[in-house]
């Protein structure tokens, strides 16, 4: 009898508060990983502007080299001084 009387004072007690302390938790918990994945999520996105832009600058080297090559003219010798004259844009690191 005094086994079932505390079985039934758990089932009708404790059980509603361990679950209710238990869902805070999980909600806590969860908002947490959402807040985090946000950070991740502009973090990436910011990354993946930055490497667009030098990819877009290193294509536009390229273009320019491969304008050199191939011009078989005068402008030459002037677009090799103007490439010097450009300076370097690299990222400093």
Do not use: C
């Amino acid at each position: 009898m005094n086994f079932t009387l505390l079985l039934l004072a758990f089932i009708v007690i404790g059980l509603p508060v361990i679950l209710g302390v238990g869902s805070d938790m999980l909600k806590r918990w969860l908002k947490h990983k959402e807040k985090m994945a946000d950070v991740m999520m502009q973090a990436t996105a910011e990354k993946a502007a930055q490497y667009a832009a030098h990819t877009e600058r290193l294509e536009q080297r390229v273009r320019v080299l491969e304008r050199i090559v191939t011009d078989k003219g005068v402008a030459l010798a002037e677009e090799i001084d103007a490439l010097r004259a450009v300076p370097d844009q690299r990222p400093l690191n």
